[in-house]
């Protein structure tokens, strides 16, 4: 199985980026997907969670600003994040399972 996320980059504050994650050699969509950031510094920190059921969860910081989805053959989900704030200045990765993806960093600058 491999995870491989896309999307990041540079942008400036209020601005939005759209983070892919696609999944390569599996025989079955995963149950739960999700993304994750990690800052300079701190721990990484689950951002999103999207179900094969589509109920999503999200990180109090980014409620309301960031949104989750998945394709329908669940091997590829995404992360629109709008309103983007410095403070969500991270490396993301897409989790599913067990597996993950290499990062993808995502900079705003103020």
């Known amino acids: 199985v491999q995870l491989q996320a896309s999307g990041g980059g540079l942008v400036q504050a209020g601005g939005s980026l759209r983070l892919s994650c696609t999944a390569y050699?599996?025989?079955?969509?995963?149950?739960?997907v999700a993304w994750y950031r990690q800052a300079p510094g701190k721990e990484r920190e689950e951002v999103a969670k999207?179900?094969?059921?589509?109920?999503?969860s999200y990180a109090d910081s980014v409620r309301g600003r960031f949104t989750i989805s998945r394709d329908n053959a669940g091997k590829t989900w995404y992360l629109q994040m709008n309103s983007l704030k410095p403070e969500d200045t991270a490396v993301y990765y897409c989790?599913?399972?067990?597996?993950w993806g290499r990062g993808t960093l995502v900079t705003v600058s103020s």
């Open positions: 989790k599913a399972a067990s597996f």
């Open positions: 050699f599996i025989s079955r969509s995963f149950n739960a």
């Open positions: 999207i179900t094969s059921g589509s109920v999503t």
